[in-house]
């Protein structure tokens, strides 16, 4: 299946940690790589290969996989961190796609 | 630095065609994949499909299958998105990103496209 399901928001309360899921039957194969988009802003790589995170992607950033579900988890989500995020994955005919994306909402 | 510049923003009548850029800088252009993604007003990513520089190879997503045509011009580090008739949903914004294996990066800043009559 080509489907990565995400919850539509998420609420955190500043400086608390929070965990956004993507799941999907592909995850049990590919890697997930996660990307934070602000208002007006492109898609930003934040974490890749389950947990490596670009030069520049604080450490309060990270990735994990367990079964046919991906998470990204920030340790400590600052007001900054507030955008919407998104799962991206392949299947095994090479075609990629995206999760429906989490509105992450720091309180 | 690794980068990608898109084309500026079009706005277009239904039924007009359109091509839209994307020029590649500061790595080996041939060498990567480069993704096109959808991103209607208000809504999620959608990937379109894949071209590698190196050969023009291209993979469509089926729901982008013969409604866009994708391009490169390796000698100009440029990848291109086409249209040869715009209708008013194909209203969004468009971007490339250079595709790893199992990851997109980086990004272009996008390119607005408007239909409207």
């Known amino acids: 299946s080509s489907e990565l399901t995400q919850d539509p928001a998420v609420s955190v309360a500043l400086g608390q940690p929070v965990r956004i899921t993507c799941q999907g039957d592909s995850l049990r194969t590919y890697y997930a790589s996660w990307y934070q988009q602000k208002p007006g802003q492109a898609p930003l790589l934040v974490i890749y290969d389950k947990n490596n995170r670009p030069s520049g992607i604080p450490d309060r950033f990270s990735g994990s996989i367990s079964g046919n579900t991906a998470s990204l988890t920030i340790t400590g989500a600052q007001a900054d961190d507030e955008a919407d995020y998104y799962c991206?994955?392949?299947?095994?005919?090479?075609?990629?796609?995206f999760g429906g994306g989490t509105k992450l909402t720091v309180l | 630095e690794v980068q990608l510049v898109q084309s500026g923003a079009e706005v277009k009548k239904p039924g007009e065609s359109l091509r839209i850029s994307c020029k590649g800088s500061?790595?080996?252009?041939?060498?990567?994949?480069i993704s096109w993604v959808r991103q209607m007003p208000g809504k999620g990513l959608e990937w379109m499909g894949i071209?590698?520089?190196?050969?023009?190879?291209?993979k469509y997503s089926p729901s982008f299958q013969g409604q866009v045509t994708m391009s490169v011009d390796a000698s100009n580090t440029t990848a291109y998105l086409q249209w040869s008739s715009l209708k008013a949903s194909d209203t969004a914004v468009y971007y490339c990103?250079?595709?790893?294996?199992?990851?997109?990066?980086?990004w272009g800043q996008g390119t607005l496209v408007i239909v409207s009559s």
């Open positions: 500061g790595y080996r252009f041939t060498t990567y994949w």
């Open positions: 071209i590698y520089p190196h050969d023009s190879g291209t």
């Open positions: 991206h994955s392949r299947d095994s005919n090479g075609y990629l796609f």
């Open positions: 990103a250079r595709q790893l294996i199992n990851h997109s990066d980086p």
